[in-house]
């Protein structure tokens, strides 16, 4: 079993910055992959970021891109994701979560078998 806990959501301004980070803990597998997705209210869950543990490759959405950075401290077990320029479309309950996997898969949110509780981010206009 694997914990996932997410910190650092909260209220900002549109153009503003907030850094969210995911410790994983338990398992000492931690899978391959760390991954973050947003879900909006009323809306699917969205792929935002991923990062590889071994090699720190990373993965954005597009419409993130530019704007978000994901980073690891693997001796920390921990995963960061800076969050620049916000926009109030970025407003939604971030999750991070812990795939087996690498490669194109872990864009999709069946790919994970370990998720957070999630850390809700507000941007306001």
């Known amino acids: 079993q694997v914990q996932l806990v997410e910190s650092g959501g909260g209220l900002v301004q549109a153009g503003g910055s907030l850094r969210l980070s995911c410790a994983a803990s338990g398992r000492t597998s931690r899978g391959a992959t760390m991954g973050w997705f947003r879900q909006a209210q009323g809306k699917e869950r969205v792929f935002v970021a991923s990062?590889?543990?071994?090699?720190?490759?990373?993965r954005y959405a597009d419409s993130v891109k530019g704007r978000f950075t994901l980073s690891r401290d693997s001796a920390e077990n921990t995963v960061y994701l800076q969050m620049n320029s916000l926009e109030p479309e970025d407003s939604a309950e971030y999750y991070c979560?812990?795939?087996?996997?690498?490669?194109?898969?872990?864009?999709?949110?069946?790919?994970?078998?370990?998720w957070g509780q999630g850390t809700q981010v507000t941007v306001s206009s």
């Open positions: 979560a812990s795939s087996p996997w690498t490669g194109a898969i872990v864009i999709t949110w069946n790919s994970y078998d370990y």
């Open positions: 990062i590889t543990w071994d090699d720190g490759s990373t």
